[in-house]
């Protein structure tokens, strides 16, 4: 190797360590700033965003609650119909699938929504389908039992959080055409805001037959490449409630501030007290009085 082959080694080597600094950077520091790499920290922001951070925004922040439901009631401002059929011709009459399965859709419809809001709040959601097959939550569904009940097999759709619904086994066999999928999840049936109350709850596990999940922007299909609507602009959130918050504060330490007096050696409390038209003992609520 002659110095000019060693010149572009050196060369490619240093930007190489460069990338690798800027990525460790990014990584820890949660910014690619390289003259300010504690940018985050400074300005009070989360290195990494848990659902915790996106579901107290969405509860607790008028801008990130009204950014969430504005999207999902103008997407579901009307229940949509669901006919059978060629999607390219308008369907002139209902059949008895069409019937049967609006019936059934028309009480799923308020659940199905709820889901979706929970989506866009954290990086996924999940609607549990509790069927009557006498099986529990974590045994494949009966689709003998199912089959022959049809859309009466269906109790109820429960819509869920991020929080809630996690999985727990995955199929580790890489001969597998169905590798990496998700094998059971683990429910908790205790709401998000940790409110006490006296409906029971439980953890259980659950088998994916009984469970839809709603990932949006997973486009890979895995759960957690799902991303929060509320991810982009938490920093402008967060900017926003230290703002107002820093107003409200400033307000009240003005409005509640006490004034302190200092007096000389010299000065005549009585002369003060006879200026005043008090005695001695009455001198204090005499001028916080003047203060006033």
């Known amino acids: 190797m002659n110095e000019s082959e060693m010149n572009k080694q050196f060369a490619a080597n240093a930007s190489l360590d460069r990338d690798r600094m800027?990525?460790?950077?990014?990584?820890?520091?949660?910014?690619?700033?390289?003259?300010?790499?504690?940018?985050?920290?400074?300005?009070g922001y989360p290195l990494n965003l848990t659902f915790d951070d996106f579901f107290r925004a969405y509860s607790r922040n008028a801008i990130a609650n009204a950014a969430v439901n504005r999207m999902v009631d103008?997407?579901?401002?009307?229940?949509?119909d669901v006919y059978e059929g060629d999607q390219t011709k308008d369907a002139t009459r209902q059949?008895?699938?069409?019937?049967?399965?609006?019936?059934?859709?028309?009480?799923?419809?308020?659940?199905?929504?709820?889901?979706?809001?929970?989506?866009?709040?954290?990086?996924?959601s999940a609607l549990l389908i509790q069927i009557k097959d006498n099986r529990t939550w974590d045994k494949p569904v009966d689709k003998v039992i199912t089959a022959r009940q049809k859309e009466k097999a269906l109790v109820k759709l429960i819509p869920v959080?991020?929080?809630?619904?996690?999985?727990v086994t995955y199929n580790e066999d890489q001969s597998s055409e169905n590798?990496?999928?998700?094998?059971?999840?683990?429910?908790?049936?205790?709401p998000v805001q940790q409110q006490a109350g006296g409906q029971p709850g439980r953890i259980?596990?659950?088998?994916?037959?009984?469970?839809?999940?709603?990932?949006?922007?997973?486009?890979?299909?895995?759960?957690?490449?799902?991303?929060?609507?509320?991810?982009?602009?938490?920093?402008?959130?967060?900017?926003?409630?230290k703002v107002s918050g820093g107003a409200a504060e400033g307000f009240f330490k003005n409005a509640s501030r006490q004034l302190n007096f200092n007096?000389?050696?010299?000065?005549n409390f009585s002369a003060?007290?006879?200026?005043?038209?008090?005695?001695?003992s009455q001198l204090s609520e005499a001028l916080d009085g003047q203060v006033r």
């Open 179 to 190: 590798y990496g999928d998700i094998t059971m999840y683990s429910f908790t049936e205790i």
């Open 74 to 80: 103008g997407c579901w401002e009307d229940f949509p």
């Open 263 to 267: 007096f000389s050696a010299k000065t």
């Open 95 to 124: 059949t008895e699938w069409d019937k049967r399965v609006n019936k059934l859709l028309k009480r799923c419809w308020k659940q199905i929504k709820g889901a979706d809001k929970r989506n866009l709040v954290g990086r996924y």
């Open 272 to 280: 003060l007290a006879k200026a005043l038209g008090v005695s001695e």
């Open 22 to 43: 800027r990525y460790v950077n990014a990584l820890f520091n949660g910014t690619s700033n390289t003259k300010r790499q504690r940018l985050y920290q400074e300005f």
């Open 161 to 167: 959080w991020e929080a809630q619904i996690e999985p």
């Open 204 to 241: 259980i596990n659950v088998h994916p037959d009984r469970v839809i999940i709603l990932a949006e922007g997973s486009d890979d299909g895995r759960l957690y490449s799902g991303e929060s609507m509320l991810a982009a602009g938490f920093h402008k959130i967060m900017d926003s409630e």
